[in-house]
């Protein structure tokens, strides 16, 4: 027996990875899970339009707004509990997630990553950086990870992960297309694998179960 998923999409950007949870939620291809809220600390984040316009509700929370760190995460902490939520799917957030926070959602908390970790993560790899430092390398392959969110960048326990051929005529954009269309496969997956129970981390390792 497993309960709701009750997601809180935090998210810095145009928001195209939460449309890609939203739309199967609504659909019902994933059930026993609900977004319930979405979190941008850019007031400007097509994310947030994207919540207002499926009547999701919303919150701009920065840094700015607050007279400290502590301050900061304890409001976000707040917002998380007020909305019940008890998952996190971070969605092009790019701010370092507080470890209150880690210690509070543990193992709860995931991010889709436009590479395939561990290889093009870590600070500094974000957006279309990834993209270059890929077809820098001559790589034959890239992709999209999604992983459990700990207290280092792109580190923790891989959920999913699915890779593609960078052509040798790939640009940053045309890359970052491709791996775009592949985060939009597998994040929605990897919330349907938690709604349905069937993710198991250990300490060494994560599993997948097979349906009964
Ligand atoms: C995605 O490429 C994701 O991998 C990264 O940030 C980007 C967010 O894009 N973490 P969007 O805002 O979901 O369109």
Known sequence: MTSTLN??????GKGSNLKAI?????????????????????SDAGALQIARA??????????????????FNKALLSALTRHG????????YLKKIHPSIIQAYRNRIINVHPALLPSFGGPGM?????H????????ATSGA???IVDDQYDHGAI??????????DDTPETLAAKVSAIEHQIYPEAIRLFAEGRVKIGEQHVEIESHA
């Not at 499926?54 to 700015?64: A, D, E, F, T, V």
């Not at 890929?134 to 790589?139: D, H, N, Q």
């Open 145 to 147: 990870t999604v992983h």
């Open 126 to 130: 974000y957006g279309k950086f990834v």
């Open 85 to 92: 939520i008890n998952f996190i799917a971070l969605a092009g």
């Open 132 to 139: 270059e430092a890929v077809i820098k390398s001559r790589a």
């Open 22 to 42: 939203i739309d199967p939620v609504r659909a019902g291809t994933i059930r026993q899970a609900r977004v319930s809220l979405v979190i941008s600390n850019n």
């Open 54 to 71: 499926n009547g999701i509700p919303s919150l701009h929370l920065s840094r700015q707004q607050f007279e400290s760190d502590e301050a």
């Open 7 to 12: 997601i809180a999409v935090l998210a810095s």
């Open 159 to 168: 959920i999913l992960q699915k890779s593609l051929p960078v052509a040798p």
